[in-house]
């Protein structure tokens, strides 16, 4: 019986075989193929079906399982299909006991195969000979399940002969006949991958413009692709068997042989260039040569690809021509169409100063002088792209910022569809001619930069004007103009970007005013705008005037397109209107001027009228400046503390607070003299003396044990936080006094840290090493951003009185409130609220976790003798509440 099953499975591997060859000879028709091997594999079922192993009338043993299990796992559905309709068919013609169980057997062999081959695909079982011999196995055991559905003579005569012969025959050819599969279907697909490699190979290499060469190392061409044979220095079919010898000249030969022996003796690619005379003339050619791996006829070989520079060779010897022509004593320049610079000349150094290196990539405009109105550029670009060349005389800058006249030379360089690609431009310097009459009326009464009438040109022109109107009894007004904010321009984008705004805002300037004002520059980033005989009703007078000044206004606040950025800016403008000889021009210089800085202290972007108060107002703030002064060397600011406690009642430390005790006026409170103080320069020293006056109170209640564990906070400003010797003031004021730092604590506003951020940071860093703390002061009301509150170095948020002042019934305000508490305890920092001044606000902050309070309900500023004598009746209430309670 082994022996019987054993050629059984020995027929099966002859499918292999059969699979081979009709897989050749179908490899085109895709479909035909599976159909074909559907009868294989069929017909190999019936084949066993007719010497199968007889061991019981109407039941037959063969290797039909194995067969099948494959068709349904290499071929699919399908071929599964097919070679199952076959196999069934001849069985059920067979007829028997056992013809039911074989169809069985039959489908559920092709069906295992169909279910193998799908676990693959998804990934959940692999190829192999071990899973080929599992898979076997299954597919037999699975067999034998069926087998018991045989009458019970047959199933015992059945399971005592053939069944473990059958799984141990059946199941191992199964696996090989899966590996012989295997291997011809790898093979197949890397038949077809070499085929497809060739054909993209062989497709690639025809498509190349170059020509192809195979030579061999005596020269002899092996195989020549071309599509443009006129390129060769024979016809193709001369050229194949041929040496080059027998074809080029024999220095040539010569040439191309040292090059090829020279390849494959160092077994890299090499390059060469030269002449060639071909079918179509002399032709020029840069030629690569590339060692082959194989041999060819027992003969070493290259790969030669050549291509056709002829035209690039030609172009070269043009530009090389060109820039002989192009280095003339003209200065030339060749922009692209955008008029960014691509090339300059010697010459264009010499009268520029400016290096090639320094203009390629930058647009011609930063040679203007500025000197032109708008209207003189749009003609000239009219002219140049209407006729395609423009002639004329320029006045231009140099690197050094010295402006001169030049006659330039423009013309368009356009494509093939007439579109302009490149303009060159040839300048000649003509200064000599025009430099000193232009640059002595230049210096003596217009701005170099704008070009603007300076303060000399402006003052004659108001002498004037004034003269006028009295004259005319027409009123005129004289408008000062102050760009806000500009120092941020030449810091943050640089002088260039600067200038060039200023030139911007000029010509608006000029646009608004019209041509029969003046618009002066006296410097900086202030503008002059003199209107004359607007009207003789005063009250239309300042209309026309307040006008004027909005539209200066709408004009300069338009953005600004600089390099590379965009620009939003905003002015100041300040009008003072005349009519006669009662005021001098420096008066109306010093009014208009005096009507600016008020427009800017309202909250700049606006325009303000010259109104006598204004004089007045300003002549108090500089006497209370003076005043201030005077009384911060006389001493009579004195610092006073107000309490702060915790939610126990029991008092945590104290803020210093500045208080002017006037000799005349008594107690002045900080918001009468803080913001002169700041406008003055004056807050650095009078920060100073509270720093220093609180850390010596503060090392004095170090001294104490009862007053050892107060804490002092003290108010920076924006002028001493950025000053130079703020860090070095404060801790030369801790070391003198030898106050603890961690008691001291700086409060700093928001507004103030987003002058400068980084420095800020840096320099809070450097204190809060040595142990200082930090306060944000009036938390919520500026520029809240979480950004700046995790870098920063900080302890503690100071909840504002504006928040608190509405409690418990504003529901806003509660919320802010609870935010920022939030927000607090996320950050690991304390928090303090002032402003408290009811016990209601008090206990909702108390409630919402804020446990820290300054106020009117717990102390007032007070001397420090008031807050030492209220710290020691605290201590003594809570030592008599003690004993009475026996605690």
């Known amino acids: ?77 399908l071929v599964g299909s097919v070679a199952v309709l076959i196999a069934a068919a001849y069985r059920t013609l067979l007829g028997g006991t056992g013809a039911l169980t074989g169809v069985s057997i039959i489908c559920s062999s092709m069906l295992l195969g169909l279910a193998y081959r799908a676990a693959v695909s ?181 790969l030669f690809l050549a291509r056709d520079i002829s035209e690039r060779v030609a172009a070269e010897q043009e530009r090389r021509i060109a820039a002989i022509a192009f280095e003339s004593q003209q200065g030339m320049i060749i922009t692209d169409a955008d008029t960014v610079m691509l090339r300059v000349n010697n010459a264009f150094t010499d009268i520029t100063g400016y290096s090639e290196a320094e203009v390629i990539g930058k647009k011609t405009r930063m040679l203007g002088s500025g000197r032109h109105s708008l209207a003189f550029y749009q003609a000239m670009w009219d002219d140049l792209l209407g006729t395609g060349t423009w ?84 009123y005129g007004a004289l408008m000062f103009i102050d760009l806000d904010d500009f120092r941020n321009i030449n810091d943050l984008l640089g002088h260039h970007n600067g200038d060039v705004l200023l030139q911007q805002a000029a010509k608006r300037l000029c646009a ?129 503390y107000q309490p702060q406690f915790g939610g126990d009642g029991a008092m945590l430390g104290v803020e210093a607070l500045v208080r002017w005790q006037h000799p005349q006026r008594g107690f002045i409170s900080p918001d009468q003299f803080i913001n002169v103080a700041e406008r003055a320069g004056l807050m650095p020293a009078l920060g100073l003396h509270v720093l220093k006056s609180a850390c010596n109170q503060l090392a004095k209640w170090a001294r104490d044990p009862a007053t050892a564990g107060l804490s002092i906070a003290v108010n920076v400003s924006a002028q001493q936080l950025y000053s130079d010797a703020f860090v070095e003031q404060v801790l030369d004021s801790l070391t003198r006094s030898g106050a603890p730092a961690d008691r001291l604590t700086l409060e700093l506003t928001e507004s103030l840290l987003l002058d400068d951020m980084e420095e800020a940071i840096e320099r809070m860093g450097q204190l809060r090493t040595r142990g200082i703390r930090f306060s944000i002061d009036d938390f919520g009301t500026g520029y809240s951003s979480l950004s700046y509150l995790q870098r920063l170095p900080l302890d503690q948020l100071k909840i504002d009185r504006s928040f ?13 409130v609870k935010a920022v508490i939030a927000l607090a305890r996320a950050l690991d920092l304390k928090v303090i609220a002032e402003g408290v001044e009811c016990a209601p606000q008090r206990d909702i902050l108390d409630a919402n976790g804020c446990h820290r309070f300054q106020g009117f309900l717990f102390a007032r500023p007070m001397k420090v003798e008031a807050v030492e004598a209220l710290l020691h009746d605290a201590r003594r209430t809570a030592r008599d509440t003690a004993e009475v309670t026996g605690t």
Not at 186 to 194: F, G, K, M, S, V
Not at 398 to 406: C, I
Request: charged share 20%; with cysteine; proline share 4%.
């Open 1 to 77: 019986m082994i022996l019987e099953l054993v050629k059984t499975a020995a027929l099966l591997l002859s499918l292999c075989l059969l699979q081979g060859i009709n897989t050749r000879l179908l490899r085109h028709h895709r479909h035909a193929a599976r159909f074909s091997a559907g009868i294989i594999y069929g017909g190999i079922c019936v084949i066993g079906m007719m010497t199968p192993i007889f061991f019981s009338p109407g039941v037959i043993v063969d290797g039909r399982s194995a067969v099948l299990a494959m068709a349904g796992f290499f071929g699919g559905p």
């Open 391 to 474: 002639q004329g005389e320029v006045w231009n800058r140099r690197k050094n910022g010295e402006t001169y006249p030049q006659t330039l030379s423009i013309n368009a360089v356009r494509n093939e569809h007439g579109r302009v690609t490149h303009y060159v431009a040839a300048l000649t310097d003509i200064s000599l001619r025009k430099s000193t009459e232009e640059e002595i009326r230049t210096l003596a009464f217009f701005d170099h930069l704008t070009q603007l009438p300076n303060r000399r040109l402006l003052t004659d022109r108001l002498g004037q004007a004034l003269a006028l109107s009295a004259r005319s009894s027409r």
């Open 804 to 816: 608190v002042q509405n409690l418990p019934g504003s529901a806003n305000g509660l919320a802010i």
């Open 122 to 302: 998804k990934g959940w079982a692999s190829r192999g000979p071990s899973q080929f011999l599992i898979f076997g196995v299954i597919v037999h055991l699975v067999a034998l399940l069926l087998f018991t559905g045989l009458p019970n003579e047959q199933r015992s005569a059945f399971f005592e002969a053939l069944a473990l012969p059958y799984l141990l025959v059946l199941a191992p050819a199964t696996a090989l006949l899966g590996m012989l599969l295997q291997d011809l279907e790898n093979r197949i697909q890397t038949e077809r991958a070499l085929a497809g490699s060739e054909a993209r190979l062989r497709a690639i290499t025809h498509a190349m413009p170059d020509l192809v060469l195979v030579l061999d190392e005596d020269g002899r061409y092996v195989e020549v692709i071309s599509q443009n044979e006129s390129l060769l220095a024979a016809e193709t079919n001369g050229l194949i068997g041929k040496r080059m010898h027998d074809v080029l000249p024999a220095l040539e030969a010569d040439r191309f042989l040292k090059l090829i022996l020279r390849t494959l003796d160092e077994d890299r690619p090499q390059s060469i260039e030269y002449d060639l005379q071909t079918l179509a003339g002399p032709r020029t050619f840069e030629g690569r040569c590339q060692p082959l791996d194989t041999l060819l006829d027992n003969r070493r070989a290259v």
């Open 512 to 640: 608004v005013a019209g041509e029969a004002n003046t618009v002066a520059r006296f410097g900086g980033d202030e503008f002059v705008v003199l209107v004359e005989e607007i009207d003789s009703d005063e009250d239309a007078a300042h209309q026309a005037a307040e006008s004027i000044g909005m539209r200066a206004l709408a004009a300069l606040k338009t953005p600004y397109a600089l390099e590379g950025h965009t620009q939003q800016g905003s002015a100041s403008v300040g009008i003072t209107l005349f009519r006669d000889h009662e005021r001098s021009i420096d008066e109306l210089m010093k009014q208009a001027d005096l009507s600016m800085n008020e427009a800017k202290h309202r909250g700049k972007n606006r325009l303000c009228f010259y109104d006598p108060v204004m004089q007045e107002t300003v002549t108090a703030r500089l006497r209370l400046e003076e005043e201030i002064r005077l009384g911060t060397a006389a001493g009579e600011f004195v610092v006073l």
